[in-house]
Structure formats: structure tokens, C-alpha cells
């Protein structure tokens, strides 16, 4: 097999040309390639787009997520964050559910993050159930791993500003253990000395529009209050399957999307809350009332979740809809962009006839209704 030698940075000509970075240059399937003294064996490609893909690789037996970013195009440090803000979490020993850093780079090419592998993400297995939505046990456990990581995230002192299920896995081994992942909209609100950064007077629309803030909607910075208000709405697609606003092209009718959130909060509230447990009502209430520099409060929000867990009577130690049910999984790897569960299953079936073998994990990069918009200065 060919194996590509990575020299660094200092030793590459200054005079490569924008057309030798083809695709065509780019590692493939097959390709061993050497990274900082470890030869990585490309195994299989899980998202191939305009400027970045993700692999699988493997190096001494072991299996990782490699991410790549071509050197040109978009100027944003998407990989950089992902690397810095990874590496913080690793070094917090409280910090679980991110995955581990293996190593970070560049070579003459591309710019490549290599991490621990985990299995297919929450919007995926949601969209392989029949009903699009998770049981009420799982959505209010998921709810809760969920918080654990953005306030993780948050003490780290970090910002996602772009909290979707799409960037929670489960665990590859334990599948009880959500991941979270994909920082590259990350920001800091916060100094290394503690002190809280100063809101600026103008901001893009960054996020994924359908769970983005009514900040971002109003082109506000963003305080860790908004991630929470993303992950509300997150909590409430996987509880109920959809959003009130989930027919809307977020390309197209993001503002209409932004009045939607705004009609949520008076007189279509119940249309937002319709089929949640009631304690839905006081966790958006808790979060409205989070001013920019306040810290939220998490236990508070946690101790709804716990209260409508045990007003149901449900046993908080319940197994993941995916435990009990784990073709699931391998189904959510057949899943199309608009989360077909019958094709899905149809797909699944066919694989499985053939006797071929399912790749039950992937890792989960970007999203296709991201957006950052440069009208307004940063």
C-alpha cells in the first residue's frame, strides 16, 4: 500500500498552487499515511465535503476519527478549535463524555484532527425509529448527560453556538455514555482569570438555524444562556419528534423561524410544549430568565428533569432505547437526509441478505443548515 510522508510545516514550498489540492491529492481509501512518527491506516471514508472529510483510521490495532480540512477555502479555524477546545476538556479530569485527542496537525495539504472514535449520533438513531422521536425514559436521560456536557463545556470556559443532536454520539463501547463533539463554531465567554468577556455590539448569525437562539436571530453575541435555549429545543425534538417550525427552509425563512421562537414565548407557547412532560414549561422559564453574565442554573434545570422522571414513575436507570433495541443502531447508519426509517430498514435488510458487514459507528462533522453569516462585523 502507499504510505504518504508528512514533512513539517518549515520544509514545504511556498510555491504549491490552490489546483494541486484536489481531492485526487487528498488521502484515500487504503493509503497508510504518516503523522508525527505514526503510520495510520485509511480505512473508510464517513463524510466527504467541500473542504473537509472525516476517516476512519486505524494505527496499532486501534481505530480513531481522523478529520481533515483542506488548506484552502474557508479561513474560519474550524479544526483548530476542535483540537484546542478538546484538548482542554481531556485535561479536566472531571470533564466525561468528550473524546479523547490522539494528534493534531498539518501537512502540505490539509490540516487533520485524529480523536477517539464513538458511534452514530442522537439525530441519527432518533430518525431510525418509526415515530422519529425517543421514548420519554431515554429523551429525559439523554436530557440530562446532555446538560452535563455543555456545562462542562461552559466551565472550560467555552461556547458551542451550535448545540444540536446531530453533535452528540453515543459511546462506541458504552453505549450509555453520550459524547459530545464538533466545536467548530466554539468561542470563549470567558478569561483565563475567570472574568466574563464583555458582550459585543454586533455579531453574525452563527449556528444551525433551526435550534439557533433568538440571539443569534437578532445578530447578539451569544452567553452560555443561548446554548441552553439550543439544547431546550433540541430536548424538545427528541422528545416529540419535530419542532413547530421544522417545516420551514432555514435557508430561506430563518427570519420566519426567528418570529416562530418569539411566538413560542407569549401566545404559541403551547404549541412548542404540546405532548412534554409539564416541567418543559419552568426549564424554558429558568432559561429566559438567565441574564448574559449570570451563570445558568443547571442543577435547577437537572432537578426538573429528575422531577418529571420520578412523576411518571419512570426508573431513572432505565435502558437507552438503543440498548433495548440494537438494531437501531445499525439502522441509523442507513439513514437518508430526510431520516427515512422504512427506507432505512429496506436498506439495512439488504446489506444483512448480502452478508455484508455494517460499519455500526461514525462520527458525525458539520451540518448541512449551519450558517455564519458575515453581514455583521465580528
Same mark, same amino acid.
Given at each position: 500500500?502507499?504510505?504518504?510522508?508528512?514533512?513539517?510545516?518549515?520544509?514545504?514550498?511556498?510555491? %504549491?498552487?490552490?489546483?494541486? !489540492?484536489?481531492?485526487?491529492?487528498?488521502?484515500?481509501? =487504503? $493509503?497508510?499515511?504518516?503523522?508525527?512518527?505514526?503510520?495510520?491506516?485509511?480505512?473508510? +471514508?464517513?463524510?466527504?465535503?467541500?473542504?473537509?472529510?472525516?476517516?476512519?483510521?486505524?494505527?496499532?490495532?486501534? $481505530?480513531?476519527?481522523?478529520?481533515?480540512?483542506?488548506?484552502?477555502?474557508?479561513?474560519?479555524?474550524?479544526?483548530?478549535?476542535?483540537?484546542?477546545?478538546?484538548?482542554?476538556?481531556?485535561?479536566?479530569?472531571?470533564?466525561?463524555?468528550?473524546?479523547?485527542?490522539?494528534?493534531?496537525?498539518?501537512?502540505?495539504?490539509?490540516?487533520?484532527?485524529?480523536?477517539?472514535?464513538?458511534?452514530?449520533?442522537?439525530?441519527?438513531?432518533?430518525?431510525?425509529?418509526?415515530? #422519529? #422521536?425517543?421514548?420519554?425514559?431515554?429523551?429525559?436521560?439523554? =436530557?440530562?448527560?446532555?446538560?452535563? %456536557?455543555?456545562?462542562?463545556?461552559?466551565?472550560?470556559?467555552?461556547?458551542?453556538?451550535?448545540?444540536?443532536?446531530?453533535?452528540?454520539?453515543?459511546?462506541?463501547?458504552?453505549?450509555?455514555?453520550?459524547?459530545?463533539?464538533?466545536?467548530?463554531?466554539?468561542?470563549?465567554?470567558? %478569561?483565563?482569570?475567570?472574568?466574563?468577556?464583555?458582550?459585543?455590539?454586533?455579531?453574525? !448569525?452563527?449556528?444551525?438555524?433551526?435550534?439557533?437562539?433568538?440571539?443569534?436571530?437578532?445578530?447578539?453575541?451569544?452567553?452560555?444562556?443561548?446554548?441552553? +435555549?439550543?439544547?431546550?429545543?433540541?430536548?424538545?425534538?427528541?422528545?416529540?419528534?419535530?419542532?413547530?417550525? $421544522?417545516?420551514?427552509?432555514?435557508?430561506?425563512?430563518?427570519?420566519?423561524?426567528? +418570529?416562530?421562537?418569539?411566538?413560542?414565548?407569549?401566545?404559541?407557547?403551547? !404549541?412548542?410544549?404540546?405532548?412534554?412532560?409539564?416541567?418543559?414549561?419552568?426549564?424554558?422559564?429558568?432559561?429566559?430568565?438567565?441574564?448574559?453574565?449570570?451563570?445558568?442554573?443547571?442543577?435547577?434545570?437537572?432537578?426538573?428533569?429528575? $422531577?418529571?422522571?420520578? %412523576?411518571?414513575?419512570?426508573?431513572?436507570?432505565?435502558?437507552?432505547?438503543?440498548?433495548?433495541?440494537?438494531?437501531?443502531?445499525?439502522?441509523?447508519?442507513?439513514?437518508? +437526509?430526510?431520516?427515512?426509517?422504512?427506507?432505512?430498514?429496506?436498506? !439495512?435488510?439488504?446489506?444483512?441478505?448480502?452478508?455484508?458487514?455494517?460499519?455500526?459507528?461514525?462520527?458525525?462533522?458539520?451540518?448541512?443548515?449551519?450558517?455564519?453569516?458575515?453581514?455583521?462585523?465580528?
Amino acid at each position: 500500500s502507499l504510505t504518504i510522508r508528512c514533512e513539517p510545516k518549515s520544509q514545504l514550498c511556498s510555491t %504549491r498552487t490552490s489546483e494541486m !489540492l484536489t481531492k485526487a491529492a487528498l488521502p484515500s481509501i =487504503g $493509503q497508510n499515511v504518516e503523522l508525527k512518527g505514526n503510520l495510520y491506516s485509511i480505512d473508510s +471514508e464517513l463524510y466527504d465535503g467541500p473542504f473537509s472529510k472525516v476517516y476512519t483510521v486505524s494505527e496499532s490495532g486501534a $481505530q480513531f476519527a481522523m478529520k481533515i480540512e483542506r488548506t484552502v477555502g474557508p479561513t474560519r479555524p474550524v479544526l483548530k478549535l476542535d483540537a484546542l477546545v478538546l484538548k482542554q476538556l481531556n485535561a479536566e479530569r472531571a470533564a466525561v463524555g468528550f473524546p479523547r485527542l490522539i494528534a493534531a496537525g498539518r501537512t502540505s495539504l490539509y490540516k487533520y484532527v485524529i480523536m477517539e472514535l464513538v458511534g452514530p449520533d442522537l439525530q441519527r438513531l432518533r430518525r431510525a425509529l418509526p415515530a #422519529k #422521536k425517543f421514548s420519554l425514559p431515554t429523551a429525559l436521560r439523554v =436530557g440530562g448527560q446532555t446538560l452535563d %456536557r455543555i456545562q462542562s463545556l461552559h466551565d472550560c470556559g467555552w461556547l458551542c453556538r451550535d448545540i444540536k443532536a446531530n453533535n452528540f454520539c453515543i459511546g462506541r463501547d458504552d453505549t450509555a455514555v453520550i459524547f459530545m463533539l464538533d466545536f467548530g463554531f466554539a468561542r470563549r465567554y470567558m %478569561r483565563e482569570d475567570g472574568v466574563i468577556i464583555g458582550k459585543r455590539t454586533a455579531a453574525g !448569525l452563527m449556528g444551525t438555524i433551526f435550534y439557533a437562539p433568538l440571539a443569534a436571530h437578532a445578530f447578539s453575541d451569544q452567553c452560555r444562556r443561548d446554548d441552553l +435555549e439550543s439544547w431546550f429545543y433540541m430536548l424538545i425534538e427528541i422528545t416529540t419528534g419535530s419542532l413547530p417550525w $421544522q417545516r420551514c427552509d432555514p435557508k430561506t425563512q430563518y427570519m420566519l423561524i426567528g +418570529e416562530w421562537k418569539r411566538f413560542a414565548r407569549e401566545a404559541g407557547r403551547y !404549541l412548542l410544549l404540546e405532548g412534554c412532560p409539564y416541567e418543559y414549561d419552568s426549564i424554558l422559564k429558568t432559561i429566559d430568565e438567565t441574564g448574559y453574565y449570570a451563570r445558568p442554573d443547571y442543577s435547577g434545570i437537572a432537578t426538573y428533569l429528575k $422531577q418529571a422522571t420520578i %412523576r411518571l414513575n419512570i426508573d431513572p436507570a432505565s435502558p437507552f432505547d438503543w440498548q433495548v433495541n440494537e438494531r437501531i443502531i445499525r439502522k441509523s447508519e442507513f439513514i437518508g +437526509e430526510k431520516g427515512e426509517s422504512n427506507v432505512a430498514s429496506e436498506r !439495512l435488510n439488504c446489506h444483512q441478505e448480502r452478508g455484508e458487514a455494517v460499519g455500526s459507528y461514525a462520527i458525525h462533522e458539520g451540518g448541512e443548515c449551519a450558517i455564519e453569516s458575515d453581514n455583521i462585523p465580528m
